[in-house]
């Protein structure tokens, strides 16, 4: 790396060096028994330059091949954007615990295990469900140089378990699954399938809903398939910088209900979506975006800070091996005060939906999102009655989150990139078949 | 080293080793993207990468190794032969396969890659210019990218192909705002690796451009059950997502109730009805000549004459249902193994033209161009970018964008009339796992879809 950046550093007036070493294992489950074990590892280097002040910007995975690195950046720094930023000088670093030494001593026989526990529990209860599971473990190094002399580097474990049942009758196709990660082992498989089994029991019995507005609650499932990709776009500062963001000059504005609070965190510890600093260098920090509805900030990276004449916010990114662009680390949602029972005692004639397929398809920018309606239940009465299907969710998240009931009294997390509580929406269009 | 250098070694290793079965793939790759977020060059580089994967089959278990870097291949080999025998607990069983030792070189005259990045960005400098000179366009966005792959596939059973193809993927955006509203139209093209044919798009693009201002004051679809007519780009996503997922065996092989709900023979849609994946196809973006297996390409009917007749296989899909493999075992890059994917997927022409198509239509929907779709197998969701209401046969207003929904096992049956004009689009990508884009292209005549569910106000 050094190497690299010596000579990058001959032919530029700035140069930085990000590289990425992984190694992970997987055991693969399907039709309710293992199937795949595999093991991936990958290295990988990216060079950015600022040449006669453009940005340069070349990637390889031949560590060797140093000079064909540096003349692939130099060649498109001809063509490249103006560089309006610095990069890092040397910097501390908030210590974030990402890294645990017993992921190497975790064999594959426990992995496996966890998969089999899992798919026992899941085909125990469901009899005819086939299922489809996945744990893995990983590690991860990353080491970031420039020519300021700044220097990042550090180590992060992951480890995951996911199941994904589907369960047919007739032409009836039901799916269910639920995961969940850490930088930690887990060695635990209960929670998962539990969540699974009850979405089992919730979906045994069919119910129809008419073609009107209806209340609605968002699992944190169904939070993250319908309403969160647009905010994740709407709080990019580049959407912002470019004027396309629905809320980019509402800045200190109440734009939310006032029951909604919403950050960036990269800082939690052992959540695989935390790191020391950002892909550029910059010191992880905890970004408020919405408080008590206003909107407080939006998402930087070095050069749209820059652009926009404010300061990194520490989501300098690299998610498709690209230049840094902003992007959110993991979004927090705080809970409210009302728990699930309670939302649906509320609730006459209504839905709740764990998974709207499509919903991210349509007007992103805008937030109008419409989707079928994949896992979803009937509430009738205070009750969840049963399973809806052949329908569809439209609703504009803004609208949506403009006039919240209640926030669940319970946050969890939906990937590694979203924690939130269920969130309780008092009318949306539902569009039915027959 | 050469990845055929490499891999010449390799032969000789996976000979030693005691599996059921064992093939590698080395891959060699360059790529160079351009993006443009609003006037401004967001983004410009190249990128090579070299990697490879072992994979090995043991008593039905697979083991798989990738890796980019290329030292202590015998120690990967091992691993995932030990790997294999670890997951393995029954017979293996694979269809047989023919040793293929063969060369195929890339089709075009002319390496994208290698087209200079000034050309590339003048092309692209135009289309933005175009986008921006239209009134009440807020930004652009544009992203192109290009690559120029060679792949070396070997295998115990005496495989050797060496194949090498590029791609050409183009993206463009336009996005209009007012008072605090945001609508945007987007394009997508793509080629096996012709630049020509991503040039000259000048006229496509100020027209979507003038699109998404259009939108703006257009109003939002009431939700409900429409008659639909479908464009040949969205037919194309529809017949990916609604019926080709599904035609795909891995999700078949080993469920039985799926492999009941799919009995060759059974009837999914009218005696009009011709669906077909075919990789044999020259010149487009899902064409290979060889799969990830090592298996020739084939044109496969999935349905015809409304009736299913067929469905897409790797050796393993094609061994456990007892029918014949049909090469389309795909990964998307030497870190995934291969998997059951589509090729050119599209519903063949009829003869029903588009004028007639809409004339006893009182009052329904003509969706065109494409967002994005998805699939549950059962149910599927795609998104068109433009739509307009048909009234009393005639295409009225404009609409905003709208998402339909179906259920497959339905949807296909109320298809009621084909047209005559078969197009493929090739600026799609089609997700499966991780493994995504993938490169495919889709197609289809016209069609129109009765009693379709369309979301909205």
């Given at each position: 790396m050094e190497n690299i950046l010596a000579q990058a550093a001959k032919v530029a007036e700035e140069a930085e060096v990000f590289a990425v070493a992984s190694e992970e294992t997987q055991a693969q489950f399907e039709a309710n028994r293992l199937k795949y074990l595999q093991t991936k590892q990958q290295t990988s280097v990216a060079l950015r330059i600022v040449r006669q002040g453009k940005i340069g910007y070349a990637t390889t995975t031949e560590l060797d091949d140093r000079q064909n690195l540096v003349n692939n950046a130099v060649e498109t720094a001809q063509f490249?954007?103006?560089?309006k930023f610095q990069l890092p000088a040397p910097s501390s670093y908030p210590q974030v615990k990402i890294f645990d030494s017993k992921m190497e001593s975790v064999s594959t026989e426990e992995m496996i295990k966890l998969g089999e526990e899992l798919i026992t529990a899941v085909t125990g209860h469901t009899q005819g469900i086939i299922c489809e599971a996945e744990v893995a473990k990983g590690v991860i190094s990353v080491r970031i140089m420039n020519s300021r002399g700044g220097q990042a580097q550090y180590r992060k474990s992951f480890f995951s378990l996911g199941i994904e049942g589907n369960l047919v009758s007739g032409t009836d196709m039901l799916f269910v699954g639920e995961s969940e990660s850490s930088c930690r082992p887990l060695s635990e498989s209960r929670a998962v399938a539990e969540v699974v089994l009850q979405q089992l029991e919730l979906a045994k019995n069919r119910a129809s809903v008419p073609s009107r507005s209806l209340p609605v609650i968002f699992t944190p499932h169904g939070v993250a398939s319908a309403l969160i990709m647009p905010l994740m776009t709407a709080f990019n500062g580049k959407t912002v910088l470019e004027g396309?963001?629905?809320?980019?000059?509402?800045?200190?504005?109440?734009?939310?209900?006032?029951k909604l609070w919403l950050w960036d965190d990269p800082t939690i510890v052992y959540r695989p979506s935390s790191r020391p600093c950002d892909d550029e260098g910059i010191p992880s920090q905890r970004t408020p975006l919405v408080e008590g509805g206003t909107v407080t900030n939006f998402l930087y990276d070095l050069q749209t800070a820059a652009l926009a004449h404010t300061r990194s916010?520490?989501?300098?990114?690299r998610s498709h091996g690209g230049l840094p662009a902003p992007t959110p680390s993991a979004f927090i949602i705080a809970p409210g005060k009302a728990t699930f029972a309670e939302m649906v005692q509320d609730i006459k004639e209504g839905l709740v939906i764990e998974q709207l397929m499509g919903a991210g398809q349509g007007n992103i920018l805008g937030g109008d999102f419409s989707g079928n309606v994949l896992l979803g239940y009937k509430v009738e009465s205070g009750k969840i009655v049963g399973r809806v299907k052949d329908s569809m969710v439209s609703g504009n998240v803004y609208q949506v989150l403009k006039e919240i009931m209640a926030l669940g009294s319970e946050s969890k997390w939906v990937g590694s990139f979203l924690q939130t509580p269920h969130i309780y929406c008092p009318s949306l269009s539902v569009a039915s078949k027959g | 080293m050469t990845v055929e250098a490499v891999a010449q070694e390799l032969t000789e290793v996976i000979k030693r080793h005691d599996a059921d079965y064992i093939e590698a793939r080395l891959e060699e790759s360059q790529t160079s993207h351009i993006a443009y977020r609003g006037r401004e060059l967001e983004s410009i580089g190249r990128a090579t990468a070299v990697g490879g994967n072992v994979r090995a089959l043991v008593r039905g278990g697979w083991g798989f190794v990738s890796f980019n870097n290329l030292d202590a291949l015998p120690g990967r080999v091992e691993l995932a032969v030990k790997q294999a025998k670890f997951a393995g607990s029954e017979a293996s069983k694979l269809a047989p396969a023919e040793p293929v030792v063969d060369i195929v070189s890339a089709e075009v005259s002319k390496n994208p890659v290698t087209i200079p990045l000034e050309t590339k960005k003048q092309m692209l400098d135009e289309y933005n210019e175009i986008i921006w000179r239209t009134?009440?366009?807020q930004t652009s966005i544009i992203g192109y990218g290009d690559s120029s792959k060679k792949t070396v596939f070997l295998s115990s059973s005496g495989s050797y192909i060496v194949q090498e193809r590029t791609d050409i993927i183009l993206r463009l955006a336009a996005v209009a705002t007012r008072d605090g509203d945001v609508q945007q139209v987007g394009l997508s093209v793509g080629s096996r690796g012709d630049f020509n044919l991503i040039q000259g798009l000048h006229q496509q693009v100020a027209q979507m451009s003038r699109h998404a201002v259009e939108l703006l004051s257009a109003p939002q679809a009431k939700g409900g059950e429409y008659t639909v007519v479908l464009d040949p780009v969205l037919a194309g996503v529809f017949v990916h997502e609604a019926f080709g997922h599904l035609s795909e065996s891995d999700f078949v092989y080993e469920n039985d109730r799926v492999r009941q709900l799919m009995t060759l023979g059974k009837q999914f849609g009218s005696e009009q009805l011709n669906i077909v994946d075919a990789a044999?196809?020259?010149?487009?973006?899902?064409?290979?000549?060889?799969?990830?297996?090592g298996m020739p390409a084939t044109k496969t009917y999935l349905i015809r004459e409304g009736k299913l007749v067929g469905r897409l296989h790797s050796r393993e899909t094609a061994a456990k249902m007892k029918e014949k493999p049909t090469g389309n075992a795909r990964a998307i890059n030497y870190r995934y193994p291969p998997i059951v994917r589509m090729t050119n997927t599209y519903i063949e022409p009829g003869s029903v033209s588009f004028a007639d198509m809409i004339s006893d239509i009182k009052e329904g929907i003509y969706a065109k161009n494409w967002y994005g779709g998805t699939t549950s197998m059962e149910m599927f969701t795609f998104s068109a970018g433009e739509a307009y209401m048909i009234r009393n046969g005639k295409i009225a207003e404009a609409l905003r964008p709208v998402v339909l929904t179906g259920n497959v096992f339905t949807t296909l049956k109320n298809i009621d009339a084909i047209g005559n004009d078969l197009e493929m689009n090739q600026g799609g990508g089609c997700g499966k796992g991780e493994q995504v884009p993938l490169p495919v292209s889709n197609g289809s005549p016209h069609i129109r879809i009765r009693h379709c569910l369309v979301g909205g106000r």
């Open positions: 490249g954007m103006q560089a396309a963001s629905p809320i980019g000059n509402r800045l200190g504005q109440l734009v939310f209900d006032q916010t520490s989501n300098g990114g | 009134p009440e366009i044999t196809v020259p010149g487009l973006r899902g064409s290979y000549k060889y799969d990830d297996e």
